[in-house]
C-alpha cells in the first residue's frame, strides 16, 4: 500500500506552507524577500541554492534563509517543499527552529533560527586536530540524541545527520538542522525503504544492501570524538576503519608555539596509548548502539555486521557470545568503560591552557566550562548511569528499496493534526530563550520515562 505519499499530499494539500510568521504564499501576491526581509549577507552555497543572513524588517534579530531553485517537475517541487513542511513540525531547543517559508519567483525559501557557531564540520576543522574537551563531546552528543529524539517522535527520519548538519549557536547550544533529505513515517512502527544521504556517513548496513536502523547520529558523534570520518567509502563502505582515534596532521598550525605543540603532541600520544583496541570496541559499540560486531582479533580494522537483536535469518552463536561478552545496558557503562569520558590526560589548566591558544575554541571552552560550574558533568553522568542503552535511543527499522521515495507501515495512515492547529506567537519564538533551557533536565526526565 502506497500509504505514506498519500499523507504527505493530504499535509500538503491541507498546510501547504504555514509558517509561523503565517506568510502564506496565494497565488495572486507576490511576496518578496525585501518586503519582509532585509538581506544581510550570504553566508554560503549548498547544493540546491544559496542560505543567506537576514533580518525581517523592524525586528533586530538575525535569521537564515534557504533559498532553493525549485525543480520544473511536480515530484521535484513536493520533495523540495518537504524539507520546510518537515522542520516546520519541529519545535525542541536541540533542533534548529522553523519560522516561516514560502516561495517566490520558482524559488522556497525556508526561514530559520540563525545558529551562529556555524555547523560543526567547520568547528572540528577550526580545532585543526586538537581533541575537544571531554565534557564538550559528552554534552554536544547529548544534545544530538535529544534532538535526534525529538524527530523520531514527531515521526520523521532525519537521514543525513553529520556534522554539516549540525549547528552551534553562540550560547554553545547543539542543534540538528537541514531536513533536505528527511521523511515522513506513517507510524512509529513504519519502513521507510529508500536510501539517502551523505556516503561517509552511510550506515554499513545501507552498503550492504541489508535492512539498517537510522543511528546515523551516532556517526557524527564519531567523527566529533576522532576527528575522523566514519565508513571509508573506497571500501564497498562495508568496513569502518580503525577506530582507534589517533589523529592526523598534528602539527596542524593552530598551535604556533613550540610549548603547545609539544603539549599537543603529548595529548595524541596519550590518547592514543589510552585508546586500546579492546575499548575502542566498547565506543564502537556504543556509537553504533550495539549494532557493531568485530569479527577481527587483530588489529585490522573493524567489520560491521548487523545487529543480533535483528538478524534473526542469520543467527550465529558466535557472534551472539561475542555480544553477550562484555556488553554494557547503560550508557554511562559503556562509556566509562571506554575511558573516553575521563578527563584525566590533562590537567584541566593545562588542557585550557592549549585549548585557549586554539583562537576559534576559545569562546565554546570558556562556556563550556561556565556551563559545568552551574551543572557539573557528574549530574548528568548519574543521568547517563541510570540510561538503559535500549530505551535512550528509539529507532526505527528501514528497508532499502530500489522503487522510490515512499514510507510505509503497518499501521493505517496517521497525519499529523497537531501541526495544523494554530500557535500562539510565544510558542513560535520560544527557542530564543534558550539560556534557560535546562537540557540536562530534559535528559533526565527522558531516562525517568523509562
Ligand atoms: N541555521 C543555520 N545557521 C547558521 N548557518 C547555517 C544555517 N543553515 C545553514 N547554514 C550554513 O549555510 C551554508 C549553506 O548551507 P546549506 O544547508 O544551504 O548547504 P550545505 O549544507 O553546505 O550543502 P548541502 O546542499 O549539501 O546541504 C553552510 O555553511 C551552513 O553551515
Request: aromatic share 8%; with cysteine; proline share 4%.
Given at each position: 500500500m502506497d500509504a505514506a505519499p498519500m499523507a504527505y499530499e493530504e499535509l500538503l494539500r491541507l498546510m501547504p506552507l504555514t509558517g509561523a510568521g503565517d506568510i502564506n504564499l496565494k497565488s495572486t501576491e507576490q511576496i518578496t524577500i525585501m518586503d519582509q526581509y532585509s538581506l544581510v549577507k550570504v553566508i554560503g552555497k549548498g547544493s540546491f541554492g544559496r542560505a543567506l543572513l537576514v533580518q525581517p524588517i523592524s525586528e533586530e534579530q538575525n535569521?537564515?534563509?534557504k533559498e532553493i531553485r525549485l525543480p520544473k517537475i511536480d515530484s521535484g517541487i513536493r520533495n523540495s517543499r518537504r524539507e520546510a513542511v518537515l522542520l516546520s513540525r519541529m519545535k525542541h531547543p536541540n533542533i534548529v527552529a522553523f519560522r516561516d517559508s514560502f516561495e517566490d519567483d520558482g524559488h522556497l525559501y525556508i526561514v530559520?533560527?540563525?545558529?551562529?557557531?556555524?555547523?560543526?564540520?567547520?568547528?572540528?576543522?577550526?580545532?585543526?586536530?586538537?581533541?575537544f574537551a571531554e565534557d564538550m563531546i559528552l554534552k554536544w552528543f547529548a544534545q544530538m540524541c535529544l534532538g535526534t529524539k525529538h524527530i523520531h517522535d514527531k515521526r520523521v527520519l532525519h537521514?543525513?545527520?553529520?556534522?554539516?548538519?549540525?549547528?552551534?549557536?553562540?550560547?554553545?547550544?547543539?542543534?540538528?538542522?537541514?531536513?533536505?533529505?528527511?521523511?515522513?513515517?506513517?507510524?512509529?512502527?513504519?519502513?521507510?525503504?529508500?536510501y539517502v544521504g551523505t556516503p561517509y556517513y552511510v550506515s554499513p548496513e545501507i552498503w550492504d544492501n541489508r535492512p539498517y536502523n537510522n543511528k546515523r547520529v551516532t556517526h557524527a558523534s564519531y567523527l566529533l570524538v576522532t576527528s575522523r570520518k566514519p565508513v571509508s567509502t573506497d571500501s564497498n563502505g562495508a568496513e569502518y576503519s580503525n577506530i582507534s582515534p589517533t589523529l592526523s596532521g598534528t602539527d596542524g598550525g593552530v598551535n604556533n608555539s613550540q610549548h603547545s605543540k609539544a603539549k599537543h603532541k603529548e595529548l595524541v600520544r596519550e590518547q592514543t596509548h589510552r585508546w586500546r583496541r579492546e575499548e575502542g570496541e566498547k565506543v564502537a559499540m556504543f556509537l553504533e548502539q550495539k549494532s557493531l560486531v568485530t569479527t577481527t582479533t587483530t588489529e585490522g580494522p573493524l567489520q560491521v555486521e548487523q545487529s543480533p537483536v535483528e538478524?534473526?535469518?542469520?543467527?550465529?552463536?558466535?557472534?551472539?557470545k561475542k555480544w553477550v561478552v562484555g556488553t554494557c545496558n547503560t550508557v554511562l557503562g559503556v562509556l566509562g568503560n571506554a575511558d573516553i569520558i575521563s578527563t584525566g590526560s590533562m590537567e584541566n589548566a593545562e588542557r585550557a591552557d592549549l585549548i585557549s591558544e586554539a583562537k576559534c575554541g576559545e569562546i565554546q571552552e570558556r562556556q563550556v566550562r561556565k556551563?559545568?560550574?552551574?551543572?557539573?558533568?557528574?549530574r548528568l553522568l548519574s543521568v547517563l548511569e541510570k540510561a538503559q542503552l535500549c530505551y535512550g535511543f528509539e529507532t526505527y527499522t528501514i528497508r532499502r528499496d530500489e522503487h522510490g521515495d515512499k514510507v510505509d507501515g503497518p499501521e493505517k495512515t496517521i497525519t499529523d493534526y497537531?501541526?495544523?492547529?494554530?500557535?500562539?506567537?510565544?510558542?513560535?519564538?520560544?527557542?530564543?530563550e534558550e539560556y534557560s533551557y535546562d537540557w540536562i533536565n530534559e535528559l533526565e526526565k527522558m531516562v525517568d520515562e523509562h
Open positions: 535569521y537564515v534563509m530559520m533560527e540563525f545558529c551562529s557557531g556555524g555547523d560543526l564540520f567547520q568547528r572540528i576543522q577550526q580545532q585543526k586536530n586538537v581533541l537521514r543525513d545527520l553529520k556534522a554539516k548538519n549540525i549547528f552551534l549557536t553562540d550560547s554553545g547550544t547543539v542543534k540538528v538542522g537541514d531536513f533536505g533529505s528527511a521523511c515522513s513515517l506513517n507510524s512509529a512502527k513504519a519502513y521507510a525503504q529508500t538478524n534473526n535469518s542469520t543467527d550465529d552463536p558466535a557472534s551472539r556551563q559545568w560550574d552551574k551543572d557539573p558533568p557528574e497537531s501541526r495544523l492547529e494554530p500557535r500562539s506567537d510565544d510558542e513560535d519564538t520560544d527557542f530564543e
